[in-house]
């Protein structure tokens, strides 16, 4: 085996530099040296108004950064909410958002888009749920062909109900489409007590994207305990030569120090 690659970073812009307008945290994000920056839905609704969507649009474009990654319209984050994909009722919005991002996608180069679950509703059987969440990955499969569509473990919400990555992969092979991926989290899996070493090894042909933060705390790389430069090793070594989008919080002046300072594991 060669030398391991360096991995390829992209930055989450909707958890790192929030305090800046959009285009100063671009702009931000570039001239720390990344050439990616990845997003959860950037508007309020799942049916934005075109100008808003032109305007983020524009907005990535002029920074020279490309865009990693998507979120799909998600419901109310700051609620609690985690997704509307397998929420019954909910299916126009879904659907209307894939085709936003289906725009975004072909204007921008972006191939990644994250369909998060949703939580278990209460007085609606988790089969019913399951059933929509087919109907929907599969819709939105076919409507994002040329691209992936991500399934994610989340933690910190009880009711969201992919804790693993084998609670993903399994929705993974439910709905059976080609490109339809895990999202690895390495964060929300390794909080929500999932064996990432484990993981990787297991699910390497299916993990699509790469999501990184320190736990506790979801900080920087090298903020917590996770020996998050051996499962990137690992998974460089591995032949994962997609982006890795830092998806941490941090009130640092330089969020970014960490990269250069050699106290991350
Ligand atoms: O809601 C979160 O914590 C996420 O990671 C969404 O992608």
Redesign the pocket.
């Known amino acids: 085996m060669g030398p391991v690659p360096d991995p390829r970073f992209a930055v989450n812009c909707s958890?790192l530099l929030t305090q800046l307008p959009l285009r100063a945290r671009l702009d931000t994000v570039r001239a720390a040296g990344f050439e990616a920056a990845e997003f959860?839905w950037p508007f309020p609704t799942a049916t934005p108004a075109d100008a808003d969507v032109e305007a983020f649009v524009d907005a990535v474009r002029a920074s020279g950064l490309a865009l990693a990654g998507l979120?799909l319209f998600?419901g109310d984050?700051p609620a609690g909410e985690?997704g509307v994909v397998s929420w019954p009722g909910r299916e126009d919005e879904l659907l209307a958002s894939v085709r936003v991002a289906a725009y975004v996608g072909a204007e921008l180069g972006c191939r990644r888009f994250?369909a998060?679950y949703g939580n278990r509703l209460p007085g609606h059987d988790p089969a019913e749920q399951d059933a929509v969440a087919d109907h929907n990955l599969a819709a939105a499969a076919a409507e994002l062909a040329g691209a992936t569509v991500l399934l994610?473990p989340?933690?910190?919400i009880d009711a969201y109900p992919l804790r693993t990555a084998a609670d993903a992969v399994a929705v993974v092979d439910r709905v059976g489409a080609a490109n339809v991926g895990l999202?690895l989290?390495v964060y929300?899996l390794a909080v929500n007590g999932d064996d990432v070493a484990a993981a990787i090894d297991r699910f390497r042909d299916r993990i699509a994207h790469v999501?990184l933060a320190d736990a506790p705390g979801r900080g920087a790389p090298g903020t917590g305990t996770l020996p998050l430069r051996a499962w990137i090793d690992d998974l460089l070594a591995g032949g994962y030569d997609g982006w890795m989008a830092l998806?941490h919080v941090s009130a640092d002046a330089d969020p970014f120090a960490w990269r250069t300072e050699g106290s991350w594991r």
Request: aromatic share 6%.
């Open positions: 958890i959860w979120n998600a984050l985690r994250n998060l994610e989340v933690s910190g999202l989290d929300h999501q998806e």
